[in-house]
T-cell receptor, first 115, second 112 residues
Framework: NAGVTQTPKFQVLKTGQSMTLQCAQDMNHEYMSWYRQDPGMGLRLIHYSVGAGITDQGEVPNGYNVSRSTTEDFPLRLLSAAPSQTSVYFC??????????????FGEGSRLTVL | GENVEQHPSTLSVQEGDSAVIKCTYSDSASNYFPWYKQELGKRPQLIIDIRSNVGEKKDQRIAVTLNKTAKHFSLHITETQPEDSAVYFCAAPQPGYSTLTFGKGTMLLVSP
């Protein structure tokens, strides 16, 4: 099993550009999520999904879109990048019924810089 | 929703000392409390968790204690080693258990 795979690992964007961070898991987990990590701010939830076709907003959803067309994939889209979106992004999945009930498996992270 | 406070934000100890990190939470209905370790440049990984039907759980040099009355839980690391140096995050579930809320993290530095 590869676990949770994120691409790209590094990306530099200009303000106003759009891009998609890819996340795929091969553990047949129903629950997937995206977090951003900023210095001194911990891990903050952007969006999450409890299954294919179902998504919901987390703590900091503005400026991001998600979709969940398959169990395996959960891409995160930045529609018009802003410098405030400079961060490290982590995708995570869980086999448990609810992301708040069991272990989260994280991807390696994607470091995004917006100039 | 759930609010998680974590202290201290940084902790420096000498190798062999013990380290304690404390978290408080706000939702008295929460019953699952994990701790994650993140080494520099790596992904967070679960190191230990506790559910509210127990007050303490141990795994070799690490332990977690839970005080539901006071709504706080703590991570204890004994006989610290340089490889314990990392950022540690506590977390608690949001109502409904659909998501986790993380504390802001504690940077632990263990000096040889």
């Amino acid at each position: 099993n590869a676990g949770v795979t994120q691409t790209p690992k590094f990306q530099v964007l200009k303000t106003g550009q759009s891009m998609t961070l890819q996340c795929a898991q091969d553990m047949n987990h129903e629950y997937m999520s995206w977090y951003r990590q900023d210095p001194g701010m911990g891990l903050r939830l952007i969006h999450y999904s409890v299954g294919a076709g179902i998504t919901d907003q987390g703590e900091v959803p503005n400026g991001y879109n998600v979709s969940r067309s398959t169990t395996e994939d959960f891409p995160l889209r930045l529609l018009s990048a802003a410098p405030s979106q400079t961060s490290v992004y982590f995708c995570a999945s869980s086999k448990n019924r609810g992301l708040g009930t069991g272990e989260l498996f994280f991807g390696e992270g994607s470091r995004l810089t917006v100039l | 929703g759930e609010n998680v406070e974590q202290h201290p934000s940084t902790l420096s100890v000498q190798e062999g000392d013990s380290a304690v990190i404390k978290c408080t939470y706000s939702d008295s209905a929460s019953n699952y409390f994990p701790w994650y370790k993140q080494e520099l440049g790596k992904r967070p990984q679960l190191i230990i968790d506790i559910r509210s039907n127990v007050g303490e759980k141990k795994d070799q040099r690490i332990a977690v204690t839970l005080n539901k009355t006071a709504k706080h839980f703590s991570l204890h690391i004994t006989e610290t080693q340089p490889e314990d140096s990392a950022v540690y995050f506590c977390a608690a579930p949001q109502p409904g258990y659909s998501t986790l809320t993380f504390g802001k993290g504690t940077m632990l530095l263990v000096s040889p």
